[in-house]
């Protein structure tokens, strides 16, 4: 536990956001609760949808199998999945009075699964993380932190997500299969790759950011060791320059550890969900937009409805564009 | 326990398929594991998504949450989401070793879901039944069919889904708000509301039926008593006549009960997932496509990728086209 | 939902607590997380012990079933069991890397459970109900309950219990198989069945109450309409006079609903657990006691030390004493 | 994965059972489920009850929590609790529609657990290892085996234990604090232990081998790594000498690893389960009995009765006898 904890913790201390860091207040008003989503319009999703000539498709999402990739430093549930129904278990049990002509007939197959909602290609919501007991828009914990969940800002608010998406290539950008291990992003670099690219951030952008560590997702032990990620400053670009509407990445935990703030252990969570309003990818599958070198394309995807909860599971995919 | 069984009992028998009943061999060859899902090409693709010309989508999914319906004869799993990080808690039990001060800084909000996999807007895969003990094309319990689900035809052979998606309503084409309790779907149903609606089906489409059920999804009781649903026959006209890749409704079951058939309980499950390698969706949102009269639309959606599951959820999306 | 809730709605009102009833504040000092078991000493033990003369013993606990009865009107987990390893399963998945003739000739069967700490015969801790925040002897929520259970109180703390053991067979008191649907057990039930039998409370013991309700265990829905229980002033009687240091019944909540006060839905539990700090045992068989009309006798169980849970499972026995 | 499945394989290979190993056929009749637990009596618990003297009392059992140790080579879940009801999460949940004045004023706790059935102190049903796909006395997987347990020798058949228990404290008997790590207990050792503890084996026995492993119980890794543990033929010597009916072990497997077989990677768990019909109990607390040198005692408990199961948790208490 020591050298988890550890590695949490703290190396520097930016003079960015002192130690008054407060959540965000909506500008799209007191009932908020999906913040930049909100930059999603009718007239947005037109756009890129008109500019997609052709069917290809990237599949953006990983698989689920006992032994993936997860995070374990708080005890939260690996994923399982189990069968429930069996075409011999069910001839045995006879689970539905059936009699055994008609099970051995009839072959029923039926599974269960368990998860932390972060596991996977999944989508944080604005309540993942707040501060001083408040999320994103002021909500409490107090009045809205239940058993079940948030009674406001939950996973089932977020909308469809049809919007521009744009890969920033950080790893080939500095001409690495992978970044090196706990390498922390900068602006510079996202700023470097962006022009090497040939690509512009636009608002209202899904922007994913890459940094090879997928390669390493079957072995999940690989994966997880002080995986490379953003920093805080580099994911102010992406926001305040950027106009980012949702930040992503191909790693887990999107921002490189050891926290950059003494206050504060996972800084770029707390400014993207509960400062900024901005969603967080994770666990996006990025290899093959990589290879084939697409930058910009139709990020079309839908997270799980799953009311009051803090992230959902969703499977996007991506649609190059001209 | 008995009423539940009475419920799945035969009443009358069909002469359509005897006792002879046996799974389907694929056309694509004896590896294939996602039947007609085969059927979308890349020109499928760009076929439907170059006929959009307008952002606004629909939402076809339903939100999880506890009390949500679900089957339960066979004692699967309910839907669970319970917290394993709150603020408060979180400065209790300081999981991370971070200190109290930190602990009240940082607001954390964690939570974990368990589930049957036919829960929610989901999708069957085909291993889910079979007939004497093999699926689709042949795959066998005996050879691939282990304790973490199967080695054959699992969730995560299924591709994002990107096409044509056509609406049937049947209980408008009926003037009815719903169909009645335990009303069977026939052949005739379906083409008199295809007339009505001026749609034609081709093939390879998603094949949305809508029984109306969902009005009652918030009140799990009344949604899962005696729905209505589709007939035997009626599911070969739409895969044999129409050509369908996948079929789906908006109740949680797909077909009508009790069975038509004596020597099997769920006839147009077999038929569909074994016999006609044909996905099945189930318990899909389809009030707004209805009210506003859209039949034909760019179905687009990925499932989660349950390694070896026999179904997974899906939150697919529908866009007009024109 | 709206049967369920109206039946704990409460009918008529009591005096015998008013609004102003506050935890009680133990006489074992401010640290004691187990009350009234601190009158369990070594002399009590030796006691009971030295009184047996016979191997002769009674399982009082329940088998955990799918199916099997609990309180569902919360959203609780059911009991579920699933196979983890299989024979055949094992086989085909080969988990260990061990090839498949090792699996063949090793025949593996591994199981996993998961249920709400309130199943089967189990036992409530204190910190299972409290009044303000605060559970027996003063200790709150804000300070001592977090996302893995309370750090005060918790079930991990319950000794093995060695105590004289009482039945109150109320059912066969009242010449009754079973008490009626609803009843509500008095003060002077208990009285009069002591007298009846014969028996004497002493201070220390383990008062089981039974009511019949056990004979209808594998009907779940059976089991838990409309309960028979225990009345306040019963509750009251058991400890105040006759000197419990627990209190059980063979139903699955003890008291009887609805609620004999206006401002309190569970005021035996409130009353035993947050003021006398006596532990509660329910779902409690009692039925070859009952039969062999063995009223005294030593009580021996060992309840599972969840760390932090508000109940846990116990296994006990009854051997009668001379 | 490559290291622990190197850790189960086969260094050396005994003669003591050649590849023609199969199951054992009960004495106790085609229709035994419970093997050598026959052997305990009334007459077997009258005999150590009244050797009984005194209420001390030890309890053998260690706690469940998030973090415990637990067996993982096989992807199985961890102990996890969480809570499905908080004082707080109530007032914001209202989960019974009882309005926020009672949610204020009665404090509700609630939680559930999740396990597999081999975590914390348990005992190891009959079916849980067997030869070939049949279990003790020759059932079958085939005909037993189905998605919610065995139909056969189930942890619900197993009986409350009332025995002479044993200590054999091999770790004292070496003049070790802890048995070196991987260290393979012999017959020898066993002997030596018996007549320095001046002890004798009688039939019947619940017999208790200290490692002394248990001393690094609360790190999880520490206890995990390399244990100590039975030989093939130390196990033999306690059964077919000694006459054992259960034995048990304070590490989690029992048994010494890589295994002596090179056709068995667990032949003392084939061995005694399928093979002698006695049941096993693991991660036993010896720690205390070792320090007060209790080498004889009535051993006391009561398994849960989980249907089907191949093992469940139990709560056993050591009692000297004179």
């Given at each position: 536990m020591k050298s988890i904890v550890t590695s949490l913790l703290l190396l520097t201390t930016l003079s960015v956001f002192g130690d008054d860091r407060t959540v965000g207040t909506s500008p799209w008003g007191p009932d908020d609760e999906i913040g930049r989503l909100n930059l999603m319009t009718n007239k947005s999703r037109t756009e890129i949808l008109s500019r997609i000539v052709d069917g290809t498709t990237y599949d953006l999402s990983v698989e689920y199998f006992i032994g993936m990739p997860s995070w374990q430093a708080a005890g939260d549930p690996h994923y399982r999945i189990w069968m429930t129904h069996t075409p011999h278990g069910t001839v045995v049990d006879d689970p539905l009075n059936l009699g055994k002509p008609m099970n051995e007939h009839v072959s029923y197959t039926g599974a269960a699964v368990s998860m932390y909602t972060h596991m996977g290609t999944h989508i944080d919501a604005l309540n993942h993380f707040g501060l001083d007991g408040k999320i994103w828009n002021g909500f409490s914990a107090e009045d809205y932190a239940g058993d079940r969940g948030w009674q406001k800002a939950g996973a089932e608010n977020i909308p469809p997500i049809i919007a521009r998406g744009i890969l920033i290539d950080v790893a080939a950008g500095k001409s690495l299969e992978m970044l090196p291990d706990g390498y922390r992003i900068t602006r510079e670099d996202l700023k470097k790759t962006l022009r090497k690219q040939r690509t512009k951030l636009l608002e209202g952008d899904v922007v994913l950011i890459r940094t090879g560590r997928m390669q390493s997702y079957e072995d999940a032990a690989a994966y997880m060791a002080d995986s490379p990620g953003l920093g805080l400053d580099a994911a102010r670009f992406l926001v305040e320059d950027g106009g980012a509407m949702i930040v992503g990445a191909d790693n887990l935990s999107l921002e490189a550890f050891p926290s950059e703030l003494e206050t504060d252990y996972v800084p770029v969570h707390t400014y993207l969900?509960?400062?900024?309003g901005t969603p967080i990818l994770e666990l996006v599958n990025l290899e093959e937009l990589s290879r084939d070198q697409v930058y910009e394309f139709a990020f079309i995807g839908g997270s799980l409805k799953?009311?009051?909860?803090?992230a959902a599971p969703i499977r996007p995919i991506a649609i190059p564009v001209r």
């Open positions: 969900l509960a400062q900024q799953f009311r009051g909860a803090d």
